[in-house]
């Protein structure tokens, strides 16, 4: 059935929006159109009584505005269904079982650490004995405190760089000639001792201590 | 002439066009009007005469020749009150207690029923019919088309129908 052109005017003649000839336009149409006239006797009635009543109608309406202030996943709880809450359960207790059941299990080991050569026990000390002030030729010994059994210590001389270096068990060192022939007096030389466990690992760093051979002696 | 007047049945006004004449007088004038009803039978005897009297020629439709009558009657109505009850004022409505029960009845049914629509059809009439939004205004506010909120509307309307179907 064809729809008559006119149906469309309808809302807006009951909601006073015709005006002047396009009203009266209307109004004689349905005057001659039984089917217009019929479609806007049930459009007028919704229209008044939603006009008359709209405000208990649509007093729900707020509700819905409240509605959008719950948290989405309060109102995504309160739509799971019995099977979707046992998923829930379920996944819970897995993730439980595998935090509190199976990860303890793969940390017996204690962590291993080791120093480098720059990093030493903390509280051991290492002190030097000889020599530690200028001396008046050239030194034929390094002389350090013991540490400890069994602790391999490693001298380093240096002058502008590293001159010489040896590993000791014990806490002197005799100067090898070649090397006391390269220290000459008027020279400032430092040297430094480390001190190693039967492990290897680094226990402790004495002080760079600063000497000079004394010239004319 | 005779032959025109002829051509109408005098029921057929009655029972056809008087919804139709109630209807144009009431948007006119009011339906809190009390002497609506009274216009509405002026007019009904005053088309039923003029027909009687051959004075529908037929050069327009029945309906349009009703129209012109009714809206001219309006119009004198109108005119007589103003002249007449200037400074009166008007007396209260005293609307027929049998229909009155009758037509809230109707609107009760029928807001109940609106009420039960679904959220999206219920926000278009509260926004169109309610608050009196252009349909521009209304779509704009839903997101949709115009033409889709009268599609709205139309459909609101086909399942309010069918809700209050006695």
């Given amino acids: 059935m064809k729809k008559c052109?006119?149906?469309?005017?309808?809302?807006?003649?009951l909601l006073n929006k015709l005006e002047g000839a396009s009203k009266e336009q209307f109004e004689e149409h349905y005057f001659n159109c039984s089917s217009c006239f019929q479609t806007m006797e049930e459009r007028d009635a919704l229209v008044s009584t939603i006009r008359a009543r709209g405000a208990w109608i649509f007093k729900k309406e707020p509700a819905a505005g409240r509605r959008d202030w719950v948290p989405a996943w309060k109102r995504a709880l309160a739509s799971f269904t019995p099977r979707q809450w046992a998923t829930v359960g379920l996944a819970a207790a897995v993730v439980l079982f595998a935090v509190f059941g199976i990860l303890p299990r793969f940390q017996g080991q204690t962590p291993q650490f080791v120093l480098s050569d720059n990093e030493i026990v903390r509280g051991e000390s290492l002190t030097l004995i000889s020599p530690v002030i200028d001396v008046g030729s050239v030194p034929g010994y390094f002389e350090w405190r013991q540490l400890g059994e069994d602790v391999e210590y490693k001298i380093f001389v240096y002058n502008s760089s590293l001159l010489w270096t040896e590993a000791t068990r014990d806490t002197r060192i005799a100067v090898p000639d070649n090397v006391k022939q390269q220290m000459v007096a008027g020279q400032k030389y430092s040297w430094q001792v480390k001190a190693f466990s039967p492990k290897g690992t680094l226990i402790a760093v004495s002080s760079r201590v600063q000497f000079q051979v004394s010239q004319g002696k | 002439m005779e032959q025109a007047s002829a051509q109408v049945d005098l029921d057929e006004i009655v029972v056809k066009y008087r919804p139709v004449v109630s209807f144009k007088v009431k948007k006119s004038l009011g339906v809190q009007t009390p002497d609506w009803e009274d216009v509405v039978n002026e007019i009904i005897t005053q088309v039923i005469e003029k027909v009687t009297k051959g004075e529908f020629r037929g050069e327009s439709s029945i309906g349009t020749y009703i129209y012109t009558?009714?809206?001219?009657?309006?119009?004198?109505?109108?005119?007589?009150?103003?002249?007449?009850?200037?400074?009166?004022?008007?007396?209260?409505?005293?609307?027929?207690?049998?229909?009155?029960?009758?037509?809230?009845?109707?609107?009760?049914?029928?807001?109940?029923?609106?009420?039960?629509?679904?959220?999206?059809?219920?926000?278009?009439?509260?926004?169109?019919?309610?608050?009196?939004?252009?349909?521009?205004?209304?779509?704009?506010?839903?997101?949709?088309?115009?033409?889709?909120?009268?599609?709205?509307?139309?459909?609101a309307q086909k399942l309010l129908r069918k809700m209050i179907k006695p």
Avoid: W
Wanted: charged residues 35%; contains cysteine; hydrophobic residues 30%.
């Fill in chain 2, 69 to 155: 009558i009714t809206s001219r009657r309006i119009v004198d109505h109108i005119r007589q009150k103003t002249k007449v009850l200037r400074g009166i004022p008007e007396p209260k409505p005293l609307p027929d207690p049998c229909e009155s029960a009758e037509s809230r009845e109707r609107a009760r049914v029928l807001a109940e029923a609106i009420q039960q629509l679904k959220p999206k059809f219920k926000e278009v009439l509260n926004l169109y019919f309610y608050q009196e939004l252009s349909r521009d205004e209304v779509a704009e506010r839903l997101g949709i088309s115009p033409r889709r909120v009268s599609e709205r509307i139309n459909y």
């Fill in chain 1, 5 to 13: 052109q006119y149906t469309d005017m309808i809302d807006d003649y």
